[in-house]
Nanobody, 119 residues
């Protein structure tokens, strides 16, 4: 049974930082690309970024480029999202997701963690 469990969300002031973690189990973690998504109230889900199975390739949405960094530790089956210079518009529920190598669809999703940025 695949499980993705996010942690690290919370309330932070604008300009602050948070580090989200996503611990994976039940899958061969090193065979999966990992993505971070977010959904703000009343908005569509946004693909924030992704990291390849090896960690050698990353993608970031323009809205977070230069502020957010995705990394992974395959020995710990964990992917991270370091968020710096946070803005109120970054307020959302953040989800991690897993996509098998060569697949287009993220098949597995976490339950999400709330990030709230106060102005």
């Amino acid at each position: 049974q695949v499980q993705l469990v996010e942690s690290g969300g919370g309330l932070v002031q604008a300009g602050g930082s948070l580090r989200l973690s996503c611990a994976a189990s039940g899958l061969t973690f090193s065979s999966f690309d990992m993505g971070w998504f977010r959904r703000a109230p009343g908005k569509e889900r946004e693909h924030v970024g992704a990291i390849s199975w090896s960690g050698g390739s990353t993608y970031y949405a323009d809205s977070v480029k230069g502020r957010f960094t995705i990394s992974r530790d395959n020995a710990k089956n964990t992917v991270y999202l370091q968020m710096n210079s946070l803005k109120p518009e970054d307020t959302a529920v953040y989800y991690c997701a897993a996509r098998g190598r060569g697949n287009d669809v993220y098949a597995y999703w976490g339950q999400g963690t709330q990030v709230t940025v106060s102005s």
